[in-house]
């Protein structure tokens, strides 16, 4: 049987300990409400946008949509962009377009659910290009019919490309960035990271997963005795109209109308360049969404009734 610290049952111990705990617990209150002063002034006054002329921002899925949109934008601000698709004509497409405006830009075609693909790739870029600095996780598909239709072969590509993909990525370019004590891993959650749809059950179930992979790696980083200055950031959109949602609808349209991929990139930009760990597309989606889970769950659900939004099967 373990034996007992006989100072545990020392009054004055007791005491001190105590009197310690009450000093942890004001420093946290104390902590807390800055942080949310800070955060509710934030929200008023964003952070400005840093320079990221001098980093090389790699993008997966840049052949087309928001890919190419960001592609695009992030030469205008003169970044180097890496961009990665499985598709290479689009992407060599994507590639063409920024050179022919000026830009700096380079071509690799990748099967981003291909582990060694990403490796290999990843090292290539590194001895070609440079080091990355940003990495755009970007990449994803979106079968959207019942879960009871949903095919084995559907359900383990959904899980690839949305969520897998971002291990191979991350474990491939991190490092350097650790290194370097420089870097931003930005990732593309979805307003269906948030909130369950009908008909996008697997979907769902990635982007959910997204989110919580990147609130459990910045904690692990957070927790580095070397505290790297690497940051996070996780978008969550709502449709964007890239041709991936098939067959949306919605009461309001004026309200939630379908954001144009051009404005999605803007807003995805401007969230990794101010730093801020979430962003939502629109942006007032987050704070009502954040508002909602507070209340039972039942009054999220009617609130949902209220808007009916969403996509009907692809089937």
């Not at 377009?97 to 870029?125: E, H, L, M, P, W």
């Not at 959910?208 to 609130?215: D, K, S």
Request: proline share 5%; charged share 20%; with cysteine.
């Amino acid at each position: 049987m373990p034996q007992q610290d006989a100072s545990s049952n020392n009054p004055a111990v007791m005491a001190y300990n105590a009197v310690l705990v009450l000093f942890d617990v004001l420093v946290f209150l104390v902590k807390a409400i800055y942080i949310v002063g800070k955060g509710v002034f934030e929200m008023a006054v964003l952070p400005p946008a840093r320079d990221v002329s001098g980093d090389i921002v790699l993008i997966t899925g840049a052949g087309h949509g928001m890919g190419k949109n960001l592609s695009l934008q992030y030469a205008a601000l003169g970044t180097t962009v890496v961009c990665v698709d499985v598709n290479e004509k689009t992407n060599q497409e994507t590639v063409t377009a920024i050179k022919s405006k000026g830009g700096k830009a380079f071509g690799y075609t990748c099967d981003v659910t291909n582990r060694q693909q990403v490796v290999d790739i990843c090292k290539k870029i590194r001895e070609q290009v440079g080091i990355v600095s940003i990495l755009i996780n970007n990449a994803g598909i979106m079968p959207t019919h019942p879960l009871l239709q949903q095919t084995e072969n559907e359900i383990r590509k959904t899980f690839d490309i949305n969520v897998l993909a971002h291990f191979w990525f991350i474990q491939s370019l991190l490092p350097d960035m650790i290194k370097q004590n420089r870097g931003h891993i930005v990732v593309l959650s979805s307003i269906a990271g948030m909130i369950g749809f009908k008909y996008l059950v697997p979907y769902c179930g990635t982007k959910f997963a997204v989110r919580g992979i990147m609130e459990a790696l910045s904690e692990e980083l957070r927790a580095d005795p070397a505290k790297p200055n690497v940051k996070f950031t996780t978008i969550y959109p709502y449709m964007v109209d890239t041709g991936l949602c098939k067959r949306p609808y919605t009461r309001f349209p004026s309200l939630l109308k379908m954001v144009k991929p051009d404005d999605a990139a803007a807003a995805i930009i401007d969230a990794q360049r101010r730093g801020l760990v979430e962003a939502s597309i629109p942006k007032y989606l987050l704070y009502l969404n954040t508002w909602f889970r507070n209340m039972p769950l039942r009054v999220g659900q009617e609130f949902g009734d209220l808007l009916d939004t969403g996509l009907q099967s692809d089937l």
